[in-house]
């Protein structure tokens, strides 16, 4: 009798994406991304030390095209993982199990993540002159 090469356990051609399983991916994607970030966030705090010039340099390079890409790209990181991660505490004390709990709660993940990464953007972009007056 001969048998037919399977697979040993499940592939992602059985899988269809859902939210929860995109989500979880972002979630680890956004997480290494933020480990990443710090850099920056060294780099940033290494220049406001250094003085007036290093800061000019730094800001320079941030407020350049592919630096407001990147700083909007670390933005959005931190508020996806900040409201994922509330979403995940809710899961460690036992809240949220059901499945219709599990679609609500991406959902509201992604709409809160537009909605407060668009407004901080806007505030930032504003605060730096780059959009309309500043406050």
Known sequence: MTQRERPLSPHLQV?????????????????????????GMVWWLTAVAA?????????????????????????FCVVYHFFNGLRHLAWDVGLGFEIPQFYRSGWTVVALTAIVTVALWLLALRQLGLLGAAA
């Open 15 to 39: 899988y269809r994406f859902q939210i929860t399983m995109t989500m979880s991916i972002l979630h680890r994607i956004t997480g290494v991304v933020l480990s990443i970030g710090a850099f």
């Open 51 to 75: 003085g007036p010039q290093a800061h000019a340099q730094f800001m320079a390079c941030a407020t350049s095209v592919p630096g407001l890409v990147i700083v909007f790209g670390a933005l």
